[in-house]
């Protein structure tokens, strides 16, 4: 196996609560990461998740910023090469959707966790569309199987149709809620009985599921009912196979409960033998091989403090085909200037280790001075432009004021990385020179206050603007524009890169202006 045959990228994505965060802890605990599990919400448990690290993290139960992951990983009984597994595990909460939607573009294939009890939820839906328009091809864990939940047919048959996807079962669940005894694992047809553990890996005791020791290990009735729903599953459903899966066209599934540590090894163990390895990535230039010899890479994420006693900047980096090496020069395309990285990172959350070299599929941290935003490409020389990485426009607004005018420094410094980290998008309004930041939820706005008061000691204070939409504009009639801004120059902003936005107050008004300047062109992502 070589370097890129051994990557495995993905991500985790879910709707809220569904248990994303603890499933990607005990990923971590079969890697040999951590020698205990933590939790999300869980009081008695002392230990927070691993890949939560933020303090707003810690103290709500909710992930508000996508964390990277990486381990080696070999299944049980095989021997050979390790495989490399990154794993990114991205916030839930509809208020940060932008964070996973980028996130989605820098990897190769996707896990998405369901509720075994609620089913397919709104979010679940929006994240799988991403996939569909990317290609991305999908592996299904239904979680939380310990608690009385649906009848697994059913959640398939909910599945196929909410998401507009074939799937096929490759684990089974024995029984449910208290009745839940463990998981038969249809992929390689054997049972793998551990003991219910949330914090530990235990011993697995594997069982034919035609002997009588079947019976004794999961109780008649039960073990009656497990061949009957095989049978059954072999009947509806087509073969699994590996080409149609990597081609997004089937989903498999799997069933178990990441808490109690169910299912879990069946579910990686299958996905480092399937999913696929780093892929082509297209670029507006042409697409990129993963296994051309030169260096290229985008940024897909910017994250300020990962260490509050440094106050640094870390941009990530999809390495998308050659070799990344410390120390070489690389051309920065959109500033054409050279850069060199004397301390490129990888990651285990919010650690850090320095990292000589990466290859394609890895995510490589790099210090920011405020080089870099969004979307940057690097590469050993050629002018390429890795796209898909747009901000949306904002659905709510406010004025944001520096409370404390000691700290305007700090303000300022904290604004502006906040900003370039993708958590919201800041425009200054031409009229009246004040501030106002757009947001695609309510949390994004308590996030920003947290993160302002406890990374950078500044305090702001919200304001109330009714806006309707921002939306960019552009035109190559010159004349018009002119007279355009004239005409709205109350609803004229610039945005970070100094680009003309107008703030639309009401649909109506946004309506009219586009009927009045027909040679006028409104965008509603920021990528044009």
Known sequence: MNEIQRRRTFAIISHPDAGKTTLTEKFLL????????????????????????????????????????????????????????????????????????????????????????????????????????????????????????????????????????KVRPLSWPIGQGLRFKGVYNIYEQQLNLFTPNKQRVTEKVAVDVASKELDAQVGEREAQQLREDLELVDGVYPEFEKETYRSAE??????????????????????????PSPRPTQAEER?????????????????????????????????????????????????????????????????????????PGDIV???????????????????????????????????????????????????EQLMDEGVAQSFVNQFNGRRVVGTVGQLQFEVIEYRLEHEYNAKCRWEPVHLHKACWVESDD???????????YQYMAKDTEGRDVFLADSGYVLSMAQQDFKNIKFHFTSEF
């Not at 933590?38 to 707003?56: F, Q």
């Not at 910023?65 to 990983?73: A, N």
């Not at 898909?388 to 604004?415: A, T, V």
């Not at 010159?478 to 709205?488: G, I, V």
């Open 250 to 275: 089937v989903a498999p599934v799997f069933f178990g409960s990441a808490l109690n540590n169910f299912g879990v090894q069946e579910l990686l163990d299958c996905f480092v033998d399937i999913a």
């Open 365 to 415: 941290g790099l210090p920011d001075n405020g080089i870099f935003k969004i979307g940057d490409t690097l590469t050993e020389g050629e002018i390429l432009h890795f796209r898909g990485l747009p901000s949306f426009s904002p659905l709510l607004f406010k004025y944001i004021e520096n409370n404390d005018p000691m700290k305007s420094k700090q303000f300022q410094k904290g604004i």
């Open 287 to 359: 697409l990129v091989e993963a296994t051309e010899p030169k260096f290229t890479g985008f940024i897909f994420k910017i994250t300020a403090n990962i260490d509050p006693n440094h106050r640094s900047c870390i941009a990530f980096c999809k390495v998308c085909s050659g070799k990344f090496v410390r120390n070489q020069p690389y051309l920065h395309v959109r500033q054409g200037k050279t850069v060199r990285f004397s301390s490129p990172t990888q990651f285990m959350a919010q650690r850090k280790n320095t990292v000589d070299e990466a290859y």
């Open 30 to 165: 079969f890697g040999g990461q951590i020698q205990v599990a933590g939790a999300v919400k869980n009081n008695k448990i002392r230990k927070t998740a691993t890949s939560d690290w933020m303090d707003i993290e810690k103290q709500r139960g909710i992930s508000v910023s996508t964390s990277v992951m990486e381990f080696d990983y070999l299944p049980d009984g095989e021997t050979g090469e390790t495989y490399k597994v990154n794993i990114l595990d991205t916030p839930g909460h509809q208020d940060f959707a932008e964070d996973t939607y980028r996130t989605l573009t820098a990897v190769d294939s996707a896990i998405i966790v369901v509720d075994g009890a609620k089913g397919v939820e709104a979010q679940t839906r929006k994240l799988m569309e991403v996939c569909r328009m990317r290609n991305t091809p999908v592996i299904i864990f239904i979680n939380k199987m310990d608690r009385e939940g649906r009848d697994p047919f059913d959640l398939l048959d909910e599945l196929e149709e909410e998401l507009s996807i």
């Open 478 to 488: 010159a004349e018009e524009l002119d007279n355009f801004k004239k005409r709205k």
